[in-house]
């Protein structure tokens, strides 16, 4: 009997030793099975925890389950056979993969909470198939709930080759209680890498995230295709669905996303950018979905995807043109399902995200050369917005050019300069191939090499046409007579008038453009014999 309770004690220090350092809890689950199995008479060790049900549809015991929504899960198995020496039971399929709650000892064991202690001299009742305990010398089973703090983590199952006693039942009971603090701690120590995983990865986007809004992270302008936008977006906002936005490049539809995301209920909750375009198609899953340690070349440790890091918040899909065909499919089940699992990880995880994609592509035309799939467009493009390209919107130019050089001349600690008339009809003029990007670059460039004086832009000319005549080139040089000034003074006027659509007056009224009073415009117009009526547009004679 000393010896016995000796070898037990023994082998329960040695279990107590291994269990504290796995932080992983699978591995820690794997460990236990394996130790314990490896002790005298022990036949098989199983530990089963508490989880969604997941194969409901070919589960074994789907007619005794009620509820098909948690069960027991097979998650660690251990032993050998005496029959067979080379068969291993360490397979985590087969009949009892799942345990309903309250179905057979385990989930019994599991509803109650209390261990139940099986002599199978006395009782063969909780054995399905007694066969295959007497074969392999079988004489009793013990299910122990896995208790931490009151809560039933899972149970842990003993079929071992000699009758159970009071003392063995009581040291059984002693091994589970460790085990289920150990898993708690593991579960614990992997909530703990994951949050700081996220919040790591989150800090990178954010870093990121906010330096490019510090490019300007405001839709600027009051045009009508403007005001459409807006429009859409107070509509859409509000909703869960998912947007498409199309539109050119640099016609800033990642501000528009971003508007949608600051003025629905996921504001509190982070954004993630994903540029489809700049991902290797190698690391597309990787970066969408995350990986675990180990699952690739360089994969040294487990990492949370930007689907991870942006749960409860909104996913934007920058590029989504550029997706690789393969991996659409897995995007459109998470779309579907909610679901999706880390790249070399067999645990299905749950997400809640909205998603906004943009592209400057025809993904109907994608769709119809088979490198966009079909289903996938139609989940994604259930609120579509164009964003507009900026020769749709000359008359924002103004007040976009103000928004830039307000900004860039706070970063880059610059003296705010000037802008001259020429200056700004040469920019009226442009048909801006970059749309709003290339304005921000021109803006950007002027400011640097004005040094505080004028800007001067340089816009190319006879590249370019308003109103189907081409822009002439703005020369300082030119020497003009008295009508020929008179002349470029009206066309200057006209043409502010046509990019404030023949508003004189406020902050985006032609006088405003000009740095002239509105009282100096009207009484130059008037000299200049330029008079705005109902209907008639002067600028267009």
Known sequence: MESTLTKGLEALADLLLKLPQEHNCQRLLDTAAQVISEWEDVALVRVWQLREGDICD??????ECQKHVKCMHLVASGGRSMVNKSEVWNRLDGRFARFPIGVRKVGHVAQTGQSVTVNLKEDRTWVVDPKWAIDEGIKGINAQPLLF????LGVLG?????????????FQRMVA????????NAEAFEQIRELHGKLELENEYLRTEVEESRSFGEIVGRSEPVQQIVSKIELVAATGANVLVTGESGTGKELIAREIHRRSQRKDQPMIRVNCAGIPASLFESELFGHAKGAFTGAL???PGRFEAAAGGTLFLDEVGEMPFDLQAKLLRVLQEGQYERVGEDRTR?????????????????VQEKRFREDLYYRLNVFPIEAPALRERREDIPALLAHFVEHLVKRHGLKMPSVSKSQLQALARYDWPGNVRELQNQVERALITSRGKSLRFEVPTGESSVGGQVASPVSEDAVMNEDQMVELQRRNI????????????????????????????????????????????????
Request: a positive charge; proline letters at 2%.
């Open 494 to 541: 006209l043409n502010a008038l046509k990019v404030t659509e023949g508003r004189v007056y406020g902050e985006d009224g032609a006088a405003s453009v000009l740095g002239l009073k509105p009282s100096t415009l009207a009484s130059r117009m008037k000299k200049l014999g330029i008079e705005l009526r109902a209907k008639q547009r002067p600028w267009e004679e």
């Open 301 to 303: 440790r487990d990492r």
């Open 350 to 366: 749950h997400v809640d995200v909205r998603i906004i994609a943009a592209t400057n592509r025809n993904l109907k035309e994608e």
């Open 177 to 184: 209680d460790h085990l289920a603090m150990a898993i708690a």
């Open 149 to 152: 703090r009151g809560k039933v």
């Open 158 to 170: 003993i079929f071992i080759r000699r009758e159970i006693d009071q003392n063995l039942a009581r």
């Open 58 to 63: 070919r589960c074994h015991l789907a007619e």
